[in-house]
């Protein structure tokens, strides 16, 4: 696939932030088996589970068993039960988004301590609508992504409810159920990386994802700021539920998640720190932070599935990975 540059008006890179260490895919598609960093990377901190997919499978079924609808009623598409899926969804999306980005960019309750650029998002610019950053991003996320997301949720939903889409319970399927409920975050990784990679393509990036890559300084809502268009990609991947035998668990699940995780991964923070002290690490924010940079490295979401590894797009944040990167820039722009 052809691929392209930032923009010229973007600023020279510079050193930023960093993990001590290189990044690493997790041991999860590796030969020979490596058993005992496989448990502890499934249930070790941080790690497959933690921090975050824990919290979304529980809030996955939360919303599915207190904050969705009765089947009964979404047999029939009626404005009072999409209206309230759309709320609940843009109510967990300023939750989210808005939290991250009130503690990291509003209160900077920790300054830039780790954070990976020394930049904040910028405030005036005509690139932007409304010429300020934040309100482009909270338009794009609230309106577009929300809407689309909702869109593929409520029909999704209406198909399951009308028997349109085969499914199964965990009555039935406990074991499948089950399987499939803890690797939806493998299957959305791997849809992100192909999804990606295809809006990198010329003519779709120059058209639609530069909107999103318009965002070089990060803050949180830049994660879901993107042209309807890419929305619609990003989202698709809970048509898999459509032909794979699933409960609308999964589908919520996978659809919630992929709405919400781009928060934490362009928050632009490694750790959050509590007290100045203590230090939780978020993931690895750092590596989709490098796509950001660079543009043509790490198409991923977190790594967890290692296609960046497998094709060549791999960047592990060594300086050797940065050098590279940077005379790849150069040549691309004619600086030999």
């Known amino acids: 696939m052809a691929q392209v540059t930032a923009d010229s008006d973007i600023r020279e890179l510079e050193e930023d932030w960093a993990p001590d260490v290189p990044i690493s895919p997790p041991p999860l598609f590796v030969w020979p088996p490596q058993p005992v960093a496989l448990v502890r990377y499934l249930f070790g901190y941080p790690g497959y589970f933690l921090p975050r997919n824990l919290l979304y499978m529980a809030l996955a079924i939360v919303t599915w068993l207190y904050l969705t609808p009765e089947m009964a009623t979404m047999k029939t598409f009626q404005v009072d039960w999409i209206a309230w899926i759309y709320a609940r969804n843009l109510g967990m999306l300023f939750i989210v988004f808005g939290g991250w980005h009130f503690r990291f960019y509003i209160l900077r309750s920790q300054g830039t301590a780790y954070k990976h650029s020394r930049h904040w998002p910028e405030r005036k610019h005509r690139r932007f ?76 990036y120059r058209t639609v994802h530069y909107l999103h890559h318009k965002n070089v300084n990060i803050g949180p809502w830049s994660g879901l700021a993107m042209h309807p268009v890419e929305h619609l990609l990003y989202f698709s991947g809970i048509l898999l539920h459509w032909v794979v035998l699933s409960h609308p668990l999964h589908a919520i699940l996978h659809v919630q998640a992929t709405g919400l995780t781009p928060a934490l991964g362009h928050c632009g923070f490694d750790k959050f720190l509590l007290g100045g002290r203590y230090r939780l690490t978020l993931g690895q924010r750092y590596f989709h932070f490098l796509h950001h940079k660079y543009f043509e490295c790490n198409y991923g979401g977190d790594g967890s599935v290692p296609l960046d590894k497998w094709f060549g797009s791999w960047h592990d944040g060594t300086p050797q990975s940065h050098e590279l990167m940077k005379q790849r820039r150069r040549a691309a722009h004619g600086r030999g």
């Open 129 to 204: 609508l409304f010429g300020d950053q934040v309100w482009d991003n909270v338009f794009w996320s609230a309106v577009s992504g929300c809407g689309i997301w909702t869109a593929y949720e409520v029909v999704t939903l209406w198909a399951f409810a009308n028997e349109l889409i085969p499914w199964m319970t965990i009555e039935t399927n406990p074991v499948w159920f089950v399987v499939l409920f803890l690797v939806i975050p493998l299957i959305r990784d791997a849809h992100f990386y192909l999804v990606h990679r295809l809006l990198h393509v010329r003519f779709l």
